[in-house]
């Protein structure tokens, strides 16, 4: 089993082992492109770039797969969250073609990718169907329709869907797939290192400076380079993009069946937010994969209640033998619908990011991919401008900067706190966590399972906002840019750098 950012296990996290790089980074050595970030975003940019004959440094702070590449639910869509008509309003409709055509040759390259490599990743072809409950979906199923037949999908109206589910109309999109996420980023990790590429895992970069040449600065020593990418799902530091991009929160679970009604096909229904459904086989089980309950990163209460949400709305449509795994992950929505890919706001030359992915991280990842190859070997692609990270206005008054933000607010530091007085005020459960105010100050605090407390500093060490308990992750949870720390404080996501200040308790 790998390690994840959460304390739930995801279907792909319980089945696959660490993996295990076979090269060594040398620093003595000058990198052409260091990639910072192991999710399918960085090994995929890390392969076309070395293929390309770049010299390339894939650095993860943990190890591949950690983020949400291991939390995702894995649907490679050109059937995309944003419908095409959003994309045209906003873009103009030409553009509409070209995210339809750059998220069609995504899914080729992973086609490509999968036979090339031979990666035993569960891979297959599906169609996505999306189906109307009531009058006013049907309106806006029609708009979707439209728009996606306009932009090129391969779409129609269809009389039967592969869920058990009342509805009133429903749409098929062809040329859609599914993964095993995993699986398929260890087979590109394989592949990135037998180009030539060197993995370092468990090291966490500590700052980004330019100089006559890029010095990346990680806890396993400091990095020369040309160029930079963060494939970090958001950039670290302080960035215009934090200001463009909300976090949102996912649920995710996977069931066996009583009978064999695992639908082969991905679907969908139309609500806010929306639930869907799709199967995969992984060691030879079936298993049917739901997910949905989304809600913004730090605003709900309770989170186990999502999934008890999720759960109880699955029963009611499968029959379901036994919840085998339920987990969460997050992802970034962009405001104006398309990701952010390319040059990193603040930066003309050499830093490079991708972000704002949406529910659709698996592909976007590989667009950003194919994009950032063709920017860095200087190939001027169609698609630079339309997904530019600079194409937002600047914001008055607004600085940016990529300074690794590794001050600890250190506030509360040279008080003691009184575990006793802590423990009578929170009235904690073991394995609770909750924010509490004690002597006119905020404290998290989190009682462990054999009953010790850990007492943190709530203010969020990004840009200062107070942290918000996840009790189904058992993290601590910010609600402004997404960062996620562990119940001990230790940063899990970014865009934070620096661990929540430990309290004393006396
Ligand atoms: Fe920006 Fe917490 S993530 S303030």
């Not at 090994?43 to 590449?69: I, N």
């Not at 996912?250 to 066996?256: D, K, L």
């Not at 398309?338 to 992915?357: K, M, N, Q, R, T």
């Not at 530019?388 to 300074?403: H, S």
Request: charged content about 20%; glycine content about 8%; some cysteine.
């Amino acid at each position: 089993m790998i390690k994840r950012d959460g304390a739930q296990t995801s279907l792909w996290q319980g089945n696959i082992q660490s993996y295990i790089p076979t090269g060594k980074a040398d620093r003595h050595a000058k990198y052409d492109v260091v990639i910072i970030g192991g999710g399918i975003t960085g090994v995929t940019t890390g392969l076309l770039l070395q293929e390309a004959g770049k010299k390339c440094l894939l650095v993860e702070a943990e190890e591949l797969g950690f983020g949400t590449t291991g939390g995702t639910t894995a649907h490679l869509n050109t059937l995309l969250d944003t419908p095409y008509y959003v994309i045209a309003q906003n873009f103009g409709e030409e553009h509409a073609k070209h995210v339809a055509q750059a998220t069609a040759e995504a899914l080729n390259l992973i086609r490509s990718n999968v036979t090339r490599f031979n990666i035993d990743c569960g891979f297959q072809e599906a169609s996505a169907y999306l189906y109307a409950q009531d009058a006013d979906q049907e309106k806006e199923l029609e708009k979707i329709r439209k728009s996606a037949e306009d932009a090129g999908l391969n779409i129609g109206y269809v009389q039967e869907i592969p869920v058990n589910m009342h509805y009133t109309k429903a749409i098929r999109a062809a040329g859609q797939a599914k993964f095993n996420p995993l699986e398929y980023i260890q087979g590109i990790a394989q592949a990135f290192e037998a180009a030539g590429g060197v993995i370092l895992q468990q090291t966490r970069v500590i700052n980004v400076t330019e100089d006559d040449s890029m010095k990346v600065a990680t806890t396993a020593g400091i990095f020369s380079t040309t160029d930079v990418v963060y494939a970090t799902h958001i950039p670290p530091g302080i960035n215009l993009l934090h200001l463009r991009c909300a976090p949102y929160r996912s649920y995710a679970m996977a069931v066996t069946l009583e009978d064999e009604a695992y639908p082969y096909d991905l679907s969908y229904d139309l609500y806010d937010p929306y639930h869907y459904y799709r199967t995969q086989i992984v060691n030879g089980q079936y298993y049917l994969i739901a997910g949905g309950e989304d809600h913004k990163t730090g605003t709900q209460e309770n989170t186990d209640q999502c999934f008890r949400q999720l759960e109880a709305h699955v029963r009611k449509h499968f029959k379901v033998k036994e919840v085998a795994y339920k987990w969460s992950s997050q992802y970034y929505e962009p405001t104006d619908g398309l990701p952010y890919i390319g040059y990193l706001p603040g930066y003309e030359d050499h830093v490079f990011v991708a972000s704002g992915f949406g529910g659709n991280g698996m592909t976007y990842g590989t667009v950003s991919a194919q994009l950032l190859k063709c920017i860095i070997m200087k190939e001027t692609p169609v698609l630079e401008k339309l997904f530019d990270p600079n194409r937002i206005k600047p914001v008055a008054g607004f600085t940016n900067f990529v300074t690794h933000n590794t001050d600890v607010i250190k506030e509360f530091f040279g008080k003691l706190f009184s575990a006793d007085e802590l423990k009578q005020l929170a009235d904690l459960a073991p394995g609770e966590g909750k924010l509490v105010t004690y002597r006119d100050r905020k404290v998290a605090l989190y009682r462990n399972e054999e009953g010790k407390l850990h007492a943190l500093n709530p203010t969020c060490t990004h840009m200062k906002c107070d942290v918000k308990w996840n009790q189904s992750e058992r993290s601590w949870d910010c609600p402004c840019h997404g960062a996620r720390y562990n119940y001990d404080g230790k940063v899990i996501t970014g865009p934070a750098d620096a661990d929540l200040e430990g309290l004393a308790l006396s």
